[in-house]
């Protein structure tokens, strides 16, 4: 389709260039007759010999040729297609005819139309070429650049990952192009530079609030130590020093989970992290527990997968983790309730859940218990400042997991899901 | 105060700016029967542990000039193998591991029970003596063979599970001396933070029924807000 539409346009040029020799033959015509157009004709000819290139007939009114390089055709005005078997030549050339008047005589002009079809073959298959060339220098142009973003884009990944894993110090190379990726790299390194200062200065912060508040809670701590040592032992007095005693340290155990919070949640530790094994973790707080629980007249059972489960992560942070809920479970369930510590890995994904068939949490506040200082009205009578499931789910989502409360149907369930160990391996 | 017989005076260095903090300590230890050199900064601090033998190293971490830490590092690399507590009101999920890490052998934060400070204090002053291995340990009647991992009480064999034998080798290790129940978290559990159950009392109940109750002498007692101790009933 492409060929013929071309060829239209190439017949529709021929014919304008015929028209156009002949209205220049017109004026030659006007000016020195018959003769000065056969004398044109001829020279014309003399350059493009009929095989390659144009030809000519001029006859007169009834018919007598008075010069030309091709005899008999082209009395009508008019277009023709002629082949070249016709004229004498190779049957593969054909001609574009074009017949008009010169006065009373007839003046045909003809024009080899192979030439232009080979040169429109030409530029047809160089077309196809040029395009094929063009399309595949611009794919390999495409891939190149595609890899050479791609892998500082990978770069700007395993950096991240670097960043995550608690390491600020390291910044982003930025390189002489100034596109949009060394912007990118440029406003990182910025917020890179702001966090470090920030978790600087907040630990500065945190030191001296340690300072500044334990030191004070520290003496207190050591009068109330001095008077007991000066009272008659086991009288009232002592009884109420040593509940002054204990409430100090509430004080002090409120303010060091706090802190410890803020500083799990802002990645302290982090850099410590390695590749850590769950399973030994879970069968030895169920070892460590399965006694407290029994004291409780509860039961623990254990239903852990017996294979590793390797996370990238901290291993006195997910103990205590493991700890904190089952400690929650014993707590606050009555006894003849059953906990059960369950693990697997689901999609390369290490998890592991802690279910009881107590009470359970209804269901509006399991959002809520996560809330440092939330507690459940029910417990408001046992021990403790409502933080040890904000400790949990710090805990749980420095090691980028999640953490759901679920309907056992009855109590509760609660699992854990880590990412998939290879994508924090790297 | 509490002083035990079969603790043996210490010479103590303790380095504490807050001088409230170091007279109690310092009082305490005293009454406690060792002997207490007080610094209030750590350069002095490292001239001391150069100049004199000392058993036992308490080091606060906040002190102007030199720090406890970098004061504890220099200590180590000149050398000196002194044990060390770190006395410190850094309570941070990193700080126990620098602490550790910088050379210190054990951690204690503030504020702190002096009974707790005590055990410690005592517990780190017998280390240089014990420094090969032993593979027997005996309290009274009651042996534990550390390679063949039986106990015994007089002829009668004793079945521990795995986390109550570690638990009677730490207390037996420290016979005589007052253990606390921090201590004993750390060194059986591996808990570095507070449990909100009575861990350590279920584990002491059940060791002291199997190694205690059918026997006519006991020897596990319980030092009431202290932690425990082992040893033969004294006249």
Redesign the interface.
């Known amino acids: 389709m492409f060929y013929a539409s071309m060829q239209n346009k190439i017949i529709s040029q021929l014919d304008k260039d015929l028209v156009w020799r002949y209205e220049n033959l017109q004026q030659v015509f006007r000016v020195s007759g018959v003769e000065g157009v056969a004398e044109v004709c001829r020279l014309d000819n003399l350059n493009n010999p009929m095989q390659h290139g144009v030809g000519f007939e001029l006859a007169g009114p009834n018919g007598e040729i008075f010069d030309g390089n091709m005899t008999g055709f082209g009395r009508e005005a008019g277009f023709y297609n002629v082949n070249g078997k016709t004229l004498g030549y190779t049957e593969k050339q054909n001609y574009r005819f074009y017949t008009n008047n010169l006065g009373d005589n007839h003046l045909t002009l003809a024009v080899n139309q192979n030439l232009l079809d080979d040169l429109l073959k030409n530029s047809i298959s160089n077309f196809f070429l040029t395009f094929l060339l063009t399309t595949i220098l611009a794919l390999l142009g495409g891939i190149f650049l595609a890899n050479r973003s791609h892998a500082r884009v990978r770069n700007l990944a395993s950096f991240m990952e670097n960043v995550g894993q608690g390491n600020l110090d390291s910044r982003l190379p930025i390189s002489y192009r100034g596109d949009d990726i060394d912007n990118l790299s440029c406003n990182m390194n910025n917020a890179l530079e702001l966090l470090q200062s920030q978790i600087t200065a907040m630990k500065e912060v945190?030191?001296n609030i340690?300072?500044d508040l334990?030191?004070p809670?520290?003496?207190?701590?050591?009068k109330i130590?001095?008077a007991i040592?000066l009272a008659e032992p086991a009288s009232p007095v002592v009884n109420k020093l040593?509940d002054a005693s204990d409430e100090?340290?509430q004080i002090?155990?409120t303010f060091?989970a706090l802190?410890?919070i803020s500083?799990?949640e802002a990645g302290?530790?982090k850099s410590?992290f390695a590749e850590t094994d769950l399973t030994p973790i879970l069968q030895?707080v169920y070892?460590?527990?399965e006694?407290?629980a029994d004291?409780n007249q509860q039961v623990i059972d254990i239903d852990i997968s017996s294979e590793k489960l390797m996370l990238h992560g901290d291993a006195?942070?997910l103990?205590?983790l493991v700890?904190n809920l089952i400690?929650n479970a014993?707590?606050h369930c009555a006894p003849n309730t059953r906990i059960v510590i369950s693990s697997g890995s689901t999609d390369n994904c290490p998890w592991f859940s802690v279910c009881d068939d107590g009470d359970g949490i209804p269901e509006e506040a399991r959002e809520r218990v996560f809330e440092r200082l939330y507690r459940l009205e029910t417990s408001r009578t046992t021990?403790?400042a409502g933080l040890?499931l904000s400790l949990v789910r710090a805990i749980v989502e420095v090691h980028g997991g999640s953490i759901n409360l679920s309907d056992n149907q009855p109590g509760l369930c609660v699992k854990v899901v880590f990412n998939s160990n290879s994508q924090s391996d790297q | 105060m509490l002083t035990h017989s079969r603790n043996k005076s210490l010479n103590i260095l303790l380095i504490e700016d807050d001088k409230e903090t170091a007279e109690y300590t310092a009082n305490g230890l005293t009454q406690a029967g060792h002997v207490v050199d007080v610094v209030e900064n750590g350069k002095e601090g490292l001239l001391h542990c150069m100049e004199s033998n000392y058993d036992v190293l308490i080091v606060d971490r906040m002190l102007p000039g030199m720090d406890g830490l970098s004061m504890m590092k220099a200590v180590r690399a000149s050398g000196i193998k002194t044990p060390a507590l770190f006395l410190t009101a850094l309570s941070g999920v990193d700080d126990r591991v620098e602490g550790l890490e910088a050379g210190g052998d054990d951690y204690l934060t503030k504020p702190f029970a002096f009974s707790e400070l005590l055990a410690r204090v005592n517990a780190l002053g017998r280390r240089p003596a014990e420094s090969k291995e032993q593979t027997h340990l005996q309290v009274g009647d009651l042996t534990m063979d550390l390679l063949k991992r039986t106990v015994k009480r007089g002829d009668v064999a004793i079945d521990l599970q795995p986390r109550e034998f570690l638990l009677l080798e730490v207390l037996m290790k420290n016979e005589g001396r007052v253990v606390s129940r921090t201590m004993l978290l750390e060194k059986v559990w591996d808990f570095h933070f507070d449990p909100k159950t009575s861990v350590v009392e279920t584990h002491i109940s059940r060791l002291r029924a199997k190694i205690d109750k059918p026997f006519d002498v006991p020897l596990l007692n319980t030092m009431r807000n202290i932690g425990y101790s082992l040893h033969t009933p004294r006249s």
């Open positions: 945190s030191n340690a300072h334990k030191t809670l520290n003496r207190l701590n050591m130590a001095e040592n040593e100090a340290a002090n155990d060091e802190l410890r500083q799990i302290a530790r410590c030895n070892e460590v527990y006694v407290v004291e006195s942070l103990l205590q700890v400690e014993i707590r021990k403790g040890g």
